[in-house]
Nanobody
Framework: QVQLVESGGGLVQPGGSLRLSCAAS????????MGWYRQAPGKEREMVAI???????NYADSVKGRSTISRDNAKNTVYLQMNSLKPEDTAVYYC?????????????WGQGTQVTVSS
């Protein structure tokens, strides 16, 4: 079992920045693909950014160029730096850890952290 704890959300003005953090409970963190997803009211959860164990990152078009995902395997932590925030970035942001092995897929979610972009 992997527990994920997000932090860093809050209220920010349009154009501002936030850095989200997600701390994982297990030292095998480095074996997992880590990701950030978000869900706005009335909408489905969507991928924001993911990063492989080797550090390859992919981003949703909506945040590309404004956000950076990174991971520190020594600290079992993944980060999402978001810049030039827009009101449409308002959502609950969830951390995700996934690992596929021969016997199946392990998929874990954090509890979410609220990001509100408003003046």
């Amino acid at each position: 079992q992997v527990q994920l704890v997000e932090s860093g959300g809050g209220l920010v003005q349009p154009g501002g920045s936030l850095r989200l953090s997600c701390a994982a409970s297990r030292s095998i963190f480095s074996m997992y693909v880590m990701g950030w997803y978000r869900q706005a009211p009335g909408k489905e959860r969507e991928m924001v950014a993911i990063i492989t164990s080797g550090g390859t990152a992919n981003y949703a078009d909506s945040v590309k160029g404004r956000s950076t995902i990174s991971r520190d395997n020594a600290k079992n932590t993944v980060y999402l730096q978001m810049n030039s925030l827009k009101p449409e970035d308002t959502a609950v942001y969830y951390c995700n850890a996934v690992r596929t092995v021969f016997s199946g897929t392990y998929n874990y979610w954090g509890q979410g952290t609220q990001v509100t972009v408003s003046s």
